[in-house]
């Protein structure tokens, strides 16, 4: 059983918006910070953004501050990401990711930004 | 340009060790905890190493860390062809207030 399960990707033109979410079962959410990290076609992996476990805290890379926002919901098991003003070099496969100490990763959703 | 720098690429033939280096600054390497992650093509990547030096469950002897001031290291010994795939260290940087990836190491085992 995959532990976290990521959703609402699809292509999307530049300059509006997207908002991921992603889904956890099998463990203990409410017990991890949790991450946001994409992947450019052919390129590295990336970190975006990580929110405490309560929520209480929130870090961003500098090439998404402003524009990206992440939240949670314990009650519902859910990490989201949303996502605006969108850019070309926003395209993506996104990832989150449970605490870097923990295994949990999910398998990612594709974003492509594009006219 | 990744503040964490890995080598672009490595090889090793079956049996043998290698190892794959990870440089940073005061800031992040020097000051944090380093994790290793493995990536397999068309997959997501997975924890090989956290907190410099511990190995979750699961994952085999063979790959160790090491950090020293502001330098990582993964090894993996007894290379075998299943661990020709993508390798990432990551960690935090209290200058920028942010977690960050080295560029990857693409391992070959010829």
């Known amino acids: 059983q995959v532990p976290l399960v990521e959703s609402g990707g699809g292509v999307v033109q530049p300059g509006r918006s997207l908002r991921l979410s992603c889904v956890a079962a099998g463990i203990t959410f409410s017990s991890y910070g949790m991450h946001w990290v994409r992947q450019a076609p052919g390129k590295g992996l990336e970190w975006v953004a990580v929110?405490?476990?309560?929520?209480?805290?929130?870090y961003y890379a500098d090439s998404v501050k402003g524009r990206f926002t992440i939240s949670r919901d314990n009650s519902k098991n859910t990490l989201y990401l949303q996502m605006n003003s969108l850019r070309p070099e926003d395209t993506a496969m996104y990832y989150c990711?449970?605490?870097?100490?923990?295994?949990?990763w999910g398998r990612g959703t594709l974003v492509t930004v594009s006219s | 340009q990744s503040v964490l720098t890995q080598p672009p690429s490595a090889s090793g033939t079956p049996g043998q060790r290698v190892t794959i280096s990870c440089s940073g600054s005061?800031?992040?390497?020097?000051?944090?905890?380093l994790y290793w992650y493995q990536q397999l093509p068309g997959t997501a990547p997975k924890l090989l190493v956290y907190k410099n030096t511990q190995r979750p469950s699961g994952v085999p002897d063979r790959f160790s860390g090491s950090k020293s001031g502001t330098s990582a290291s993964l090894a993996i010994s007894g290379l075998r062809s299943e661990d020709e795939a993508d390798y990432y260290c990551a960690t935090w940087d209290d200058s920028l207030s942010g977690w960050v990836f080295g560029g990857g190491t693409k391992l070959t085992v010829l």
């Open positions: 929110i405490s476990d309560d929520g209480s805290n929130e």
């Open positions: 005061s800031s992040n390497i020097g000051n944090n905890y």
């Open positions: 990711a449970g605490d870097f100490s923990s295994s949990h």
